[in-house]
């Protein structure tokens, strides 16, 4: 199994323009999450999927938009990307509700915008 | 590799010590807490969980321990190793609610 996988795993973008950033998790799990890092703030969660067919915001997100395509896969769209959206972007997914055993997380795409 | 947090509260032990990264968290309903440990260019990995109705869990050269009272959380890694050095992170969450919310972190760093 792979886990958690994320493309690309580096971008850059000009200010203005759109992309999007796209995860998929092989472990047959329902929950999938889209957390930014940066630089002594920890992770901050943008928005989230319960299960397939729901998205949800959580802290921080304004200036992105997501789809849950299916069970595996979850997107993360910048419309028009700002250069506060640099950051350090990781998806993650856990398998059940309450989240114990905890949420795995892919390798992160790291994202600066000029 | 970038870095994963410029000003992040910093421990430096030496190796074979005993390494204790303590976390305050914010929610005093919250009733199950994770640890996590993050190298450098990578995602968090779990290390290990706690739910509130316990005060210490051990597991492999790794303990957490749980202070309601003052909402408090410790991480104990015994005999510590150079592969320990990273940074960790502990999250919070109420039993049934999918958001986990993570603290700001602590860097590890192992010297030889």
């Known amino acids: 199994n792979a886990g958690v996988t994320q493309t690309p795993k580096f971008q850059v973008l000009k200010t203005g323009q759109s992309m999007t950033l796209q995860c998929a998790q092989d472990?047959?799990?329902?929950?999938m999450y889209w957390y930014r890092q940066d630089p002594g703030m920890g992770l901050r969660l943008i928005y989230y999927?319960?299960?397939?067919?729901?998205?949800d915001k959580g802290e921080v997100p304004n200036g992105y938009n997501v789809s849950r395509l299916n069970k595996r896969e979850f997107s993360l769209r910048l419309e028009s990307a700002a250069p506060s959206q640099t950051s350090v972007y990781f998806c993650a997914s856990s398998a059940r509700q309450g989240l114990a055993g905890g949420q795995f997380f892919g390798p992160g795409t790291r994202l600066t915008v000029l | 590799g970038e870095s994963v947090g410029l000003h992040l509260p910093t421990l430096s032990v030496q190796e074979g010590d005993n390494s204790i990264i303590n976390c305050a968290y914010s929610?005093?309903?919250?009733?199950?807490f994770i640890w996590y440990k993050q190298e450098s260019g990578k995602g968090p990995q779990f290390i290990i969980d706690?739910?509130?109705?316990?005060d210490k869990r051990q597991g492999q050269r790794v303990t957490v321990l749980l202070n309601k009272t003052v909402k408090h959380l410790s991480l104990q890694i015994a005999a510590t190793q150079p592969g320990d050095s990273a940074v960790y992170f502990c999250a919070e969450t109420l039993t049934g609610f999918q958001k986990l919310v993570f603290g700001t972190g602590t860097r590890l760093l192992v010297s030889p």
């Open positions: 706690i739910r509130s109705n316990m």
């Open positions: 999927s319960a299960s397939e067919g729901t998205t």
């Open positions: 472990m047959n799990h329902n929950s």
């Open positions: 929610n005093s309903a919250s009733d199950y």
